[in-house]
């Protein structure tokens, strides 16, 4: 992705501000959103899912590996027997055709390796990007130089060729869940990563408290954890909430290229590729996991935009000064509110630091 | 304009530094790959004679560097290729000769490039049309509940894999309601009007799955517009949110716009694998993915060198423009 | 079965036995009439017939083809010396002539095989067709650059196994001799009763030594046949035939060649040819598919709704899925192991995950369901239909592995249900009830391939398929059974590695018989005797089942390719 364009999509997080506010603060303004609040709750409830899918299935009597045949109609393709796929008491959301495998099981039990491989991918990618974007920004020009390159050829890399040169070289042994978010992760995600913290590094190294530790002797390894990191948190944040959607979805591509999570482990993606035929003869097949990547997908963004707006606080103001109140927006007309005039101070900073970093960032 | 001047021979440089390491890259990674590709290119029948002949013919028993060393003798000065009966050469600069097909790899890019560059362009329109529309809207009614629907309604694209979309799309549009026909893909140049009739439903679903980001990066920008202080000082003036929202916000939210645009399309030119297999569009994806599978390394070389040079070229055009709207940035 | 377009084309196409032969279909042996496509008239001639493919036709060279006639589409522009009959179920897995007055004369021991050519023969530019052309057409399908033949003719012709085609051998082959431009005849290392078979396949298609020129001649191969190259677009993609006015019917008693011209459009998803052909609207009423089949999910739609079904042709082709054991490698060594596998087997769940009954039949033996392959009805491990845990665990515990045993499955992560996860899991829950723990070890395609036929790397335990290079037992048996077809140091077939003198012996007196009825008796007992040693599990034989459209008529499905014949098809 072009340095600019990075520059942009973090635009709102305020990254000159020092994470000095505090948790606290942020807590409260989070809390301030409901709609951030109902995500972070379904989000919630969506990892608690995945993490109790045993106990989930237990008490549902059924389990994500155990064939059917009675329940469906082998003479016809195997679709599930009865309406809706089969939905009963045993069944809670019917069974999967061809197999009749318990539909629920295999959903609750996908929530797992869809959510975990979308975050391990995030973690990877962000760990990476933060690693690579900070040493290209403290190091030499060399560095720098080889590091940048470097980025630059897997943003080049088409998935499908890293997909399959990690999987002609890593043994068959290895876990494939695993494999797949280290290939998401490779593919995607860290380069922008790197080039958004190489950029605000280059900002930050410049403001007057890093670069007095910097001029107090302290080593770089100490400047970058002590000082730098803080700073990139809120950056960093905002863009890996937009990371997890789309690594849930580079999860469903692969398994249609035929490289995602091997059956018999159920996944989203996985289940959506084979389902796709089955869309009109089995429509729930298909609708489940499709509404369940949706709701995720969904949640993860609102709360990512929640967390945006707690992590800067003009973005907050921006509602508050919103359209929609068209009163309060005529009585700015009269006299701004003192609490719009404070917040406006640091809007400046932004703009300023796109530019700034626009600048630094070719040199 | 030294400046510029200076900016373009740096990122020619890169570019060129970039593709080369690729390159290599591919090489070595298809040297440890398994898979025969003698005997994929014999047939499984063949016989271990046969299939080492075949690996003569192919130079698949050459030491890496030996074989790497041809694909750049290739590159600049050309290479000659026996068809049995006769001698063909292929002029540099030549990406060499399909192990499977025996075509060459720049005349198989030629043929498929028109057709990813149909895809991505018609996509485009669709998807800049749909993702700065609904962004708009949903920074003028930010924070509302119809925001809300309209985020939720991007999402749905983006959150369903095109594989999906594109499928019932095709069921319900060509099959059941006999809209239109089932897309084929047909040259411009041949009929430009069942070009387009072909592909709007590719384009359509394209379109859908890239919209959201275009709709997310415009309501942020739009609202990083509206937060500055001379917005301020025009509500405090009295100007209409309207022609706040019109007039300054969304210019405001061009720039960005257009970098991602850029860099979407670039990547799309290759990367649009999922969406020309469902439809049967003969693109460079898919004839990448194809080349991957039967372990086709001048194939894959070239094809990957040919994306990667419309994702670098993406990445440097996205940042000129970028300086072009926005005159505060600075090539340097 | 559904199956991105992007796997594979050649590797498809020339995948370990005729996957391209499994090419179309249509109304099935049994309702074959033209009463249920469409249309009740007779056939006529006319009209635009559409081919809606999945896999582009990049080999259009007849030295690169492996199957009988190259499959459907290759078969309207190559003659070959004899060729499949044209006719529906059993009838059709006969070999009549075509360029040849007969299907060959033997001599004695059926290791001269002699032919004439039939007089007035010529190609699309009236040129006549001689007997040097068959010769020459064969001699380069010995060349490295257009390698992707069947073996048989290395293996069979006297002195042939070193040649390396007239490119860099100008002498040619002597064991063809041609002794005037009518007769030719073929020298062979031994008998081999079952030649007229092998001369249905294109390397037996005449080339004229003028007009080749190596691998650029599949872009407009010369035809023999009834219809001409007149388009062909990337590499096979787009192919269009035309009529060739210089084939005469009279020569010609097979095809019938109704349609005009016939368009041949490929690259398209196997879901999206279903739903064009179930829609069959405009161009696509007359339109027919040569290589993709109903999978599970259409079927389920198309069986609810009576005018689509009637659209559906269906066939079989000689083609089985196993499951193959490396007896070299513990704890498979041991038969009453494998015996435990073959008995916890649950076919019913392996035919669910196949597509379901109708979709595929449990198998039980090696060999195909079909007369011709002298197919003898045994089951020297008596399952039933959905497994005997307890029998399979008694004999785990005669073997000493009284609380079970675990083992790995090797099977490939292509989509194609066959040797796919899908079918892999099954087994693998089938097995779990006779204290089998099977862990699954899922190889991408190339890996599969290069694992399962070097002797050096072969699992103990994986899933095979074979298919049939023409309707009898002697291509079927022998490259898996045949000791002396081993391979040490290249693409091994006889995954069992059984080298039996008997067995042997067995296979080279059936190779002798010149009487074909004779012959598939005898391998049927061969097979027979073969299943008892456990060296495979048979699963399933699959069943072809196929949309056409709303306009096609006069549906002909032989059981030689499983799939309904385009040279039959007529759209007016």
């Known amino acids: ?363 | 304009m030294n400046g510029f001047t200076g900016f373009v021979l740096r990122r020619v440089i890169g570019a060129v530094v970039t593709l080369f390491a690729l390159s290599v890259i591919i090489y070595v990674v298809f040297y440890v790959t398994p898979g025969n590709v003698a005997q994929i290119t014999c047939g499984p029948r063949c016989s271990p004679a046969q299939v080492h002949q075949v690996a003569q013919q192919l130079h698949l028993d050459d030491p890496l560097y030996v074989r790497y060393w041809h694909f750049l003798q290739g590159l600049f000065v050309g290479q000659d290729f026996s068809t049995g009966t006769s001698v063909e050469h292929c002029s540099a600069p030549c990406l060499g000769q399909s192990y499977q097909s025996d075509q060459q790899v720049t005349s198989i890019i030629l043929a498929k490039l028109p057709v990813s560059f149909s895809l991505v362009l018609g996509a485009m329109v669709i998807w800049l049309v749909l993702g700065v529309g609904t962004g708009v809207l949903s920074a003028w009614r930010r924070g509302r509940f119809s925001e809300r629907v309209l985020t939720a309604i991007t999402l749905a694209g983006t959150a369903t894999p095109v594989f999906v979309i594109g499928l019932i799309l095709m069921i319900v549009v060509c099959g059941e309601l006999q809209l239109l026909p089932f897309p084929e893909y047909v040259n411009f140049t041949d009929d430009p009007e069942q070009w387009a009739w072909n592909l709007l439903l590719p384009w359509l679903s394209l379109a859908l799955v890239e919209a959201a980001g275009f709709a997310r990066l415009t309501r942020a920008s739009m609202l990083e517009t509206l937060a500055e202080d001379h917005i301020r000082t025009f509500r405090a003036y009295g100007v209409g949110e309207r022609a706040i929202i019109a007039r300054h916000a969304l210019r405001g939210a061009t720039a960005s716009v257009i970098a991602l645009n850029a860099v979407t399309f670039g990547s799309a030119v290759g990367g649009a694998v999922l969406t020309e297999t469902l439809f049967g569009l003969p693109g460079i994806g898919q004839e990448l993915v194809h080349a991957v599978k039967v372990v086709d390394l001048p194939v894959v070389v070239g094809m990957v060198l040919v994306i990667g040079f419309f994702v670098v070229l993406a990445n440097a055009v996205a940042d000129v423009l970028y300086a072009v709207a926005d005159r505060r940035v600075v090539l340097v | 079965m559904r199956q991105p377009s992007v796997i594979t084309r050649r590797v498809a196409a020339v995948s370990v036995s005729l996957v391209v032969a499994a090419g179309a279909a249509a109304c099935g042996p049994k309702d074959n009439d033209a009463k249920g496509s469409g249309g009740d008239s007779a056939p006529r001639k006319g009209g635009t017939l559409t081919v809606l493919n999945s896999e582009p036709q990049t080999d259009f060279d007849p030295a690169r083809l492996y199957t009988s006639g190259g499959g459907n589409v290759p078969s309207l522009v190559f003659r070959t010396l004899t060729t499949r009959n044209r006719e529906n179920g059993a009838a059709g897995s006969k070999v009549v002539p075509d360029l040849a007055t007969d299907t060959g004369r033997p001599n004695k021991d059926a290791t001269v095989w002699t032919y004439t050519l039939k007089k007035g023969l010529t190609y699309e530019d009236g040129t006549p067709i001689t007997s040097a052309d068959i010769k020459y057409g064969i001699e380069r399908s010995f060349a490295p650059e257009l390698s992707g033949g069947a073996p048989y003719l290395r293996d069979w012709l006297v002195g042939a196994a070193d040649y390396q085609g007239p490119y860099k051998d100008k002498k040619g082959l002597s064991a063809i001799e041609t002794p005037d431009s009518r007769t030719i005849v073929f020298h062979l290392d031994k008998p081999e009763g079952e030649f007229p078979f092998l001369a249905t396949q294109t390397q037996f298609a005449p080339v004229p030594q003028g007009k080749d020129n190596g691998t650029k001649y599949e872009a407009h191969p010369i035809s023999s046949g009834p219809y001409k190259v007149v388009k062909n677009e990337n590499d096979g993609e787009h192919v269009v035939l035309e009529r060739n006015t210089h084939w005469s019917a009279a020569t010609d008693d097979e095809r019938k060649a109704y349609p005009d011209t016939i368009d041949v459009r490929s690259g398209l998803d196997s879901s999206v040819i279903n739903q064009r052909l179930s829609a069959s609207q405009g161009a696509d009423a007359a339109a027919v598919t040569t290589d993709t089949n109903l999978g599970p999910a259409e079927l389920a739609k198309v069986s609810g709704d009576k005018q689509l079904a009637a659209r559906v042709g269906t066939g079989h082709f000689g083609y089985t899925n196993y499951i193959a054991f490396n007896p070299t490698v513990k704890p498979f060594d041991n038969p009453k192991v494998r015996q435990a596998v073959a008995y916890a087997v649950d076919r019913s769940s392996v035919v669910n995950a196949a597509g379901g009954s109708a979709l595929a039949e449990p198998a039980t033996t090696f060999l195909p369901d079909q007369k011709s392959f002298g197919y003898t009805p045994y089951d020297p491990f008596p399952a039933g239909a959905s497994g005997n845990a307890a029998k399979a665990r008694e004999l785990l515990a005669q073997a000493g592995y009284k609380n079970g045993l675990t083992v790995t499955l090797t099977h490939s992560n292509a989509k194609d249900f066959e040797t796919s996860p899908e079918i892999a899991t099954a087994v693998q829950d089938a097995l779990k009830k006779a204290g089998i723990t099977v862990k699954l070890q899922g190889l991408e395609d190339n890996d599969y391939r290069d694992k399962i036929h070097s002797v050096k790397t072969e699992p103990g335990l994986f899933l095979a398929h074979w298919g049939a290079d023409w309707p009898s037992g002697g291509p079927f048996l022998a490259p898996i059974f045949d000791g002396r077809q081993i391979v040490k140091d290249g693409a091994n077939f006889n995954t069992g590695l059984l080298n039996d003198k008997s067995v042997n012996d067995e296979i080279d007196a059936i190779n002798k018989l010149t009487d074909l009825d004779a012959a598939a008796k005898r391998w049927g007992a061969l097979d027979q005797k073969i299943g008892d040693k456990a060296l495979v599990v048979p699963l399933f034989h699959p069943v072809y089942k196929r949309l056409y459209g709303s306009a096609v008529k006069n549906i002909v499905i032989s059981d030689w390719t499983g799939v309904l014949d385009i040279s039959q098809v007529s759209v007016k």
Do not use: C
């Not at chain 1, 059924?62 to 009865?82: E, F, K, M």
């Not at chain 1, 380069?191 to 007095?212: E, F, G, H, I, P």
């Not at chain 1, 707690?310 to 701004?336: C, N, Q, Y």
């Not at chain 1, 101070?345 to 626009?358: G, I, L, R, Y």
């Open chain 1, 1 to 363: 992705m072009s340095e600019a364009l990075v520059a942009v999509e973090t635009a709102g997080a305020d990254t000159a501000a020092p994470a000095a506010s505090g948790a606290r603060q942020f807590w409260r303004r989070l809390r301030a959103q409901r709609a951030a609040l109902v995500a972070a709750a379904v989000v919630a409830l969506l990892v608690l899912i995945a993490l109790g899918a045993p106990l989930l299935t237990a008490l549902e009597g059924q389990d994500p590996t155990t064939y059917h045949p009675s329940l469906i109609d082998s003479a016809r393709g195997g679709v599930p027997i009865g309406s809706f796929g089969g939905i009963g008491a045993d069944h809670w959301l019917g069974v999967e055709p061809q197999t009749g495998r318990d539909m629920f099981a295999r959903l609750v039990y996908g929530a797992r390796v869809s959510l975990g491989v979308a975050l391990a991918a995030t973690a990877v990618q962000v760990v990476l990007g933060v690693a690579m974007g900070v040493a290209s920004g403290l190091g030499s020009r060399w560095a720098d130089l080889v590091l940048s390159r470097i980025t630059d050829i897997f943003v080049s890399m088409p998935l499908m060729v890293m997909a399959l040169a990690l999987l002609a070289i890593v043994p068959d042994g290895f876990p494939r869940p695993v494999l797949v978010a280290l290939i998401i992760s490779l593919v995607s995600g860290w380069s922008t990563t790197a080039k958004m913290v190489r950029a605000q590094t280059l900002t930050l190294k410049n403001l007057d408290y890093v670069a007095a530790s910097r001029l107090s002797g302290w080593s770089t390894w100490r400047t970058a954890v002590r000082e730098l990191l803080p700073g990139l948190a809120a950056p960093v944040i905002t863009y890996a909430a937009l990371l997890i959607p789309s690594n849930i979805s580079a999860e469903a591509a692969l398994s249609f290229l035929g490289v995602g999570v091997k059956p018999p482990t159920p996944s989203w993606g996985q289940m959506l590729t084979s389902a796709d035929v089955w869309y009109q003869a089995a429509p729930q097949y298909l609708l489940l996991p499709a509404a369940a990547l949706f709701v995720t997908v969904f949640a993860l963004t609102v709360l990512g935009d929640g967390v945006r707006v707690a992590l800067d606080p003009r973005a907050a103001s921006r509602l508050r000064i919103g359209t929609g109140r068209r009163r309060e927006a005529r009585a700015d007309k009269a006299a701004p509110k003192a609490g719009t005039a404070a917040t406006a101070t640091p809007a400046t900073a932004t703009s300023a630091n796109v530019t700034a970093a626009k600048k630094e960032d070719r040199a």
